[in-house]
């Protein structure tokens, strides 16, 4: 069973659009969180990291953590052509030091 | 600067032969890991080193190998390759374990036939 949950699997905005992706650990040891996008023929770059309930915010990009839920939402306002690209959550156990992935996200910005 | 950098980009192997990527970071991180990403898949954590303790996933085990002989560097071997072995390979590497950033490489697409 994946540990890290994400929905929608595909996700089509019109520019200057909001696109929102959703994430759910199924594994409680697994709270901490990351958003990474990766562009096609480039490896996975990290968005940015929540770690704490509620909204983190940098830029366009807005974060929000539940961790009585484990879940964790990505909303990126005024979306891009180039923000076209896959977007992975990424979930990480401190006591095993390891960092899961789900499956991820694909979003098409339509110009 | 933020770089891992993967050789090869591209890899065809044989069924049966094996095959060795090679990764390498100059941000002095003291781990790195190995991923396997096939299309419609999440990454799969295949292993890691933090500093010279290799980690390996319970399922994955006995069909992949690695060293890492200074910090910058980091192999993974495949000691008999199969089709089920073409995937992406993804390196990346953390400045600690636990809950830090990952910096990824562009990846080593391998093809088996």
């Known amino acids: 069973q994946q540990k890290v949950q994400q929905s929608p699997e595909s996700l089509s905005v019109p520019e200057g659009g909001m696109a929102s992706f959703n994430c759910t650990s199924s594994d409680r040891n697994f709270q901490y969180f990351w958003w990474y996008r990766q562009h096609s023929g480039e490896g996975p770059k990290a968005l940015m990291?929540?770690?704490?309930?509620g909204d983190k915010k940098e830029g366009r990009f807005t974060a929000h953590l539940n961790k009585a839920s484990l879940h964790v939402s990505l909303h990126i306002r005024d979306s891009q052509p180039s923000d076209s690209a896959l977007y992975f959550c990424a979930a990480s156990d401190l006591n095993a030091y390891k960092v899961i992935f789900g499956k991820g996200t694909h979003l098409h910005v339509l110009p | 600067d933020t770089t891992v950098k993967q050789n090869p980009r591209y890899k065809l192997a044989r069924v049966g032969k094996p095959v060795n990527l090679i990764c390498s970071q100059t941000m002095n991180h003291d781990t790195m890991y190995w991923y396997q990403k096939k299309p419609n898949q999440a990454p799969k954590l295949l292993l890691f080193?933090?500093?010279?303790?290799?980690?390996r996933e319970a399922d994955t085990f006995e069909k992949f190998q690695s060293s890492r002989p200074n910090n910058s560097f980091c192999s993974l071997y495949i000691g008999s390759a199969g089709l089920e072995y073409s995937a992406m390979y993804l390196c990346?590497?953390?400045?600690?374990?636990?809950?830090?950033?990952?910096?990824f490489g562009s990846g080593t697409r391998l093809t088996v036939l």
């Open positions: 990346a590497s953390s400045r600690d374990r636990g809950a830090e950033t990952l910096y």
């Open positions: 080193y933090y500093d010279k303790i290799l980690n």
């Open positions: 990291s929540i770690f704490s309930d």
